[in-house]
């Protein structure tokens, strides 16, 4: 990928290790673009590639039980990351659910692309859309549907 992105990394307590194991996968992808992520993931990542050899800018916010994943979701409504990756622990409760849900509600607000897997992750550090210059991401739509003007657009006269 030709064009620097913002990418945000956040991992629960019980994916940090996944969330490290892909970021050293995509080190040479990743050290091409600035890293932002919540406290102890972005300590973890910065460990890994130095031991990797890797120069990337990486950036740590608090952790995110004391408002990482809030100071993320920020960036996100000032138009300052390009994609996120938040690896989630679905498995066991969170204490701050509330700046989780708030992360992600801003990242589909903001049509900001947020990937909760690796194997999502995979595809979007690697899609292509990313270098084309005439491909601009439409801005959601939040407008009561409507069957008659659906009916139009599958139907054209």
């Known amino acids: 990928?030709?064009?620097?992105?913002?990418?945000?990394?956040?991992?629960?307590?019980n994916r940090k290790s996944d969330l490290v194991e892909w970021a050293v996968f995509n080190a040479e992808e990743l050290s091409q673009h600035h890293l932002v992520c919540t406290g102890t993931t972005g300590t973890l990542v910065k460990e890994a590639f130095e031991?990797?050899?890797?120069?990337?800018?990486?950036?740590?916010m608090n952790s995110g039980p004391l408002g990482g994943d809030a100071e993320i979701a920020a960036l996100v409504v000032q138009h300052k990351i390009n994609l996120a990756i938040f690896l989630i622990d679905d498995l066991n409760p969170q204490p701050?659910?509330?700046?989780?849900?708030?992360?992600?509600r801003q990242c589909r607000v903001h049509n900001v692309p947020i990937a909760c897997n690796r194997y999502s992750a995979d595809l979007m550090i690697?899609?292509?859309l990313w270098d084309k210059d005439d491909y601009v991401p439409l801005k959601p739509k939040y407008v009561p549907f409507d069957r008659a003007a659906f009916e139009k657009m599958i139907r054209p006269e």
Request: with cysteine; proline share 0%.
């Open 1 to 13: 990928m030709k064009k620097s992105l913002t990418i945000a990394l956040v991992a629960h307590d």
């Open 51 to 60: 031991k990797k050899g890797v120069k990337a800018d990486v950036h740590c």
């Open 96 to 104: 701050h659910e509330a700046d989780i849900q708030m992360l992600l």
């Open 126 to 128: 690697t899609s292509t």
